[in-house]
């Protein structure tokens, strides 16, 4: 017996000898070289970012930059090293081990957009600009009022002269950012051209793996099959609030008051206690996972909401703003999205413990708000009476094509200002808001510099579209696979296992395609956004091809 131990010991020592001498005969010196690197600073750049994150959590819940000028100083001096780029410059691409080529790849990345991120005159004006919009407070009507508030006279207040004070002092920030926003636009833009980028919006998306002519492609796409809808929507909140033309006061207002009626089944007290038993229902138990909520409003504080990935899989935050009403809830299960995915990811190494890409974040953000305008959660979890439900998501589909209208504006107005950012960018939004929602032009006020993304998240704003279709996608998938996707713990199971766990590990466009049998298709967003299209349509779709890990 004990010879038997003996023998299955040695023979077991013996096969993993062989492997372990097999594996490092098999590496090259490169190999060996890039591994060995890896290994070092993605241990160090944990830390670093361990550190980074928290003094970030500080200032943005506190107001208190606190040390994250000297982080960002001395990130900005590592990560524009141009010995360690060059360096990855060369491995890239000439690496077997699919994972370790993966970790070259992803820090490559870092690389490239720290050439232009972290240069000091571009963070440091980026930096001064997020702080004049975290402090800013808004006055309205000769007071001073909050996000929170101005939201809600633009949704429910019935003096159309009160919503526009209530947008022009939503906008008053933008007249202060708009001129060094600019600056910023072209800043980033020269650093990106040094590198052989048409602009810093090209550069971005193909260092997040997005094929910018599909993209663009997909939003023509979408332009037309959203033009009717839109027409039709216009035409409705013009009758309803009888005017000729529509301002842009006007098109978050609630006017057959289904928001409002609605608002009550949506107290900011339950925002939590439902978001947990909705996530459990689907066997994602947010009390077990290493997740803390910060959602109160208070001064200093920021006024937007965030998942803060301080140290993944172990320590998660959200930041956010409670307030009554649907949309906070919408916000809430997003950022959560976020935060189950961090708290979920399995990887052995730093650069792998990342989401897969910020567009398949914000897919998975944009996923459990889905629940949220179904029947069975409405009238279930919310308690909303069957009829008005069925109101509140018909108004919701109908707007759907506003929606749309607007991801065009954005999209096409940032792509025109990193191509051309010496001409007047006021004009450029306003010409934008003309073309693709019919809007009046309102010159005198910067209002696309008060959109906080141009400044903290340059190049980001596709993201949300594609998430919409990246979560479109995983729901119809997981409707087809196993039926019911609410109060079902296999939805989670899925999301864990096949999903959240991979990390970096895998290519967005690929794990998609993996996880859902096919590539990223425009088909299923326009289905629910949209309803189903005319048959000859269906096969004429651009598809996302899965790009490749190099
Ligand atoms: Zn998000």
Partial sequence: ????????????????????????????????EARIFMDMFEAGFKEFNVGMSAEYWKFYTRGDPGRTDTYEKIQ?????????????????????????????????RTFAMA????????????????????????????????????????????????????????????????????????????????????????????????????????LAELERLSQAPYGKW???????????????????????????????????????????????????????????????ERPGKSQHAFSFSIDVPTD?????????????????FHEMGHAVYSASIRQPSYLLQEAASPCFTEGIGQFFPMFLEEQPWLTGTAGIPADLAKDFMKRTKEDAAYGIRFHLVML??????YRNPDQNLTQLWWAMNEKYLGMPQHP?????????????????????????????????????DQGPVLDNARTGEFLKTQVFSKGASVPWAQLLADTTSEPLNLKYYVEDKLGPPPLAETETRARQRPTSSR
């Fill in 115 to 218: 050439q232009v991120t972290s240069q000091e005159k571009i963070y440091t004006l980026q930096n001064s600009l997020q702080k004049v919009q975290i402090n800013f407070r808004s006055t309205y009507q000769g007071r001073p009022a909050t996000q929170n508030e101005l939201t809600n006279i633009l949704r429910y207040e019935k003096d159309r002269q009160s919503r526009k004070d209530a947008w022009l002092s939503r906008n008053q920030v933008g007249n202060e950012m708009a001129p060094e926003l600019t600056r910023l636009i072209r800043l980033r833009n020269e650093a990106a051209r040094k590198l052989g980028y048409a602009s810093f919006y090209s550069m971005s998306l193909e260092l997040g793996e997005i094929d910018e002519a599909w993209l663009f492609q997909s």
């Fill in 234 to 296: 216009q035409e409705r909140v013009k009758r309803q609030i009888d005017v000729a033309r529509l301002e842009p006061w006007d098109a978050q207002y609630d006017y057959d008051d289904v928001q409002g009626k609605v608002k009550a089944y949506f107290p900011k007290q339950q925002i939590l206690p439902r978001l947990r038993s909705t996530y459990r229902s689907i066997g994602l138990d947010v009390d077990q996972m290493p997740i803390q909520v910060d959602d109160e």
């Fill in 1 to 32: 017996m004990k010879l038997l131990i003996m023998l299955l010991l040695s023979a077991l020592l013996g096969v993993t000898l062989a492997a372990a001498y097999s594996r490092t005969e098999a590496e090259s010196p490169l190999e060996a």
């Fill in 316 to 332: 998660i935050r959200i930041l956010a703003n409670a307030d009554d009403g649907f949309a906070s809830y919408r916000t809430m």
């Fill in 412 to 417: 096409h107005f940032e792509r025109e200002a």
């Fill in 76 to 108: 900005s001096e590592i990560l524009s090293d141009p010995q360690t780029f060059a360096r990855l410059t060369g491995w890239r691409g000439k690496i077997t081990d699919p994972l370790l080529a993966r970790r070259v790849e992803l820090l490559y």
């Fill in 444 to 480: 005198e006020v910067d209002s696309w510099a008060s959109i906080i993304h141009f400044t903290s998240h340059p190049a980001y704003y596709q993201n949300y579209l594609l998430a919409d279709m990246i979560a479109a996608q995983l729901m119809h998938h997981l409707r087809r």
